[in-house]
């Protein structure tokens, strides 16, 4: 065999090198579960964290010690907003209801990313709602 289907670029042809080391944009088929790097809230998960003390209301029916947990999803897109959120794991009408408004207020975020492309990934948000402890 010899070498005859090689192509070999001419000597100092950088323009050939570039073509190969870009590697090809994901196939749209949806957004992903795992990304290379996932989508982060601006600032990171302390800011995440801040954003969500300061913005849900707490209800004030719970029983001392009480805990509740709401699973929100949704998709942050290619550009970074939240698309299709949702209650995947429900603690109650009013928190789930809740949740999806504060969602709703949320700031674009840093997309994901996979093989240098910004990809749509879903992203799942669990919120705990804690009645406070009697003194």
Known sequence: ???????TPPAGNTEYAKLVAIAPAPADDGPL????????????ATALKTFLLRNIRQPDDLQAGQR???????VVSKKGM???AKIVGSGRTDLDKE???????MPAWKPGFQNGH??????????????AEEE
């Open 1 to 7: 065999m010899g070498n005859e289907d090689v192509i």
């Open 33 to 44: 579960t795992i990304a290379e790097s996932m989508p982060e809230f601006p600032g990171g």
């Open 68 to 74: 509740i947990v709401v699973l929100a999803s949704f």
């Open 82 to 84: 939240i698309e299709n």
């Open 99 to 105: 949740i999806l408004r504060v969602i709703a207020k």
């Open 118 to 131: 910004e990809v749509a990934v879903y992203f799942n948000l669990p919120v705990t709602f804690l009645g």
